[in-house]
């Protein structure tokens, strides 16, 4: 099952897709997580170990190799190949985590509104259609805050997609947004999740503002000053504190997606 995470800007889409990932691992699943965002910060939630983080270099910083997989020889200077072969760099560049979770970081797309054609770009929007396509593990994307990135090739792989919202109508008006993006990509299965909700009121709020959506509300997440205290340690918030109430939250998710995937997959 491919799980991709989006939503707006600090809303908790790392805390959802790297707290996933821990609890599919931990089930026993075969795990790969991506960080495509460009603050690549997924490593901590998912409390990979120092040593293993200082050696890790995101893809979209691999200069030369992006260079010799992008090259078409003989042609000039500007000319490259948009469908380079990188079939081989997930099991390449991966590292190691907690409950043999494995992860890919591959660095944010950076899309000036001109639409940058740059060789970068192209390289990991090809790996991420090989991720979402070709790959048999549960492969989860921490995605960069927007998904205009993402076209109808790439999305055809995602079997869902989460958008997370924390109470607010800048952060709704975007998910509104992701939401119709990914339909018209082809996306099906679509879940709206709260997270950062402080009492009941909230959620009713969301509800109603949310009423013609066709989405419905999947799950919210509390506001837990926990998972903070684990960010200012720089530890994951799993391995801060187990039982605190969004990560029992997050565990109730996990479950929820669990049953959707045999329901999707098994026959
Ligand atoms: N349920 C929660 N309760 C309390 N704090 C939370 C909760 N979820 C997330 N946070 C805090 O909100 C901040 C943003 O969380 P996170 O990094 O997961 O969001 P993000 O959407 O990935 O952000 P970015 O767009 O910067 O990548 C972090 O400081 C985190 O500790
Ligand atoms: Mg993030």
């Given at each position: 099952m491919k799980i991709a995470i989006s939503g707006?800007?600090?809303?908790?889409k790392t805390l959802v897709a790297g707290i996933l990932a821990r609890m599919f691992a931990s089930d026993g699943f075969k795990v790969l997580a991506i960080?495509?965002?460009?603050?690549?910060?997924?490593s901590y939630t998912l409390g990979i170990d120092e040593k293993t983080k200082a050696q890790i270099v995101p893809i979209k910083e691999m200069k030369s190799m992006i260079e010799e997989r992008t090259v078409v020889k003989g042609a000039g200077s500007g000319?490259?190949?948009?469908?380079?072969?990188?079939?081989?760099i997930p099991d390449k560049y991966k590292v190691s985590g907690p409950d043999g979770l494995q992860l890919l970081v591959l660095g944010g797309i950076e899309e000036p509104a001109t639409g940058c054609l740059c060789p970068e770009n192209a390289l990991i929007r090809t790996l991420l259609y090989n991720l979402f396509v070709k790959r048999d593990e549960v492969v989860i994307v921490d995605f960069?805050?927007?998904?205009?990135?993402?076209g109808r090739g790439t999305a055809k792989g995602i079997d869902v997609m989460l958008v997370v919202t924390e109470p607010s109508q800048k952060s709704l008006d975007l998910c509104k947004k992701i939401i119709e993006l990914s339909k018209k990509l082809g996306v099906i299965n679509i879940y709206l999740i709260a997270n950062?909700?402080?009492?009941e009121s909230e959620k009713e709020i969301i509800n109603q503002k949310i009423?013609?959506?066709?989405?419905?509300?999947y799950h919210t997440i509390p506001f837990d000053p926990e998972i903070g205290k684990a960010d200012l340690e720089g530890n994951s918030p799993i391995d801060f504190n187990s039982d605190s109430k969004a990560i029992l939250s997050l565990k109730s998710l996990f479950h929820k997606l669990k049953i959707l995937k045999s329901e999707l997959f098994d026959l």
């Open positions: 707006k800007g600090g809303v908790g960080d495509n965002d460009s603050a690549m910060n997924l000319v490259y190949n948009i469908n380079p072969n990188v079939s081989d960069e805050a927007g998904i205009e990135h993402l950062k909700i402080t009492d009423k013609d959506w066709e989405i419905p509300l």
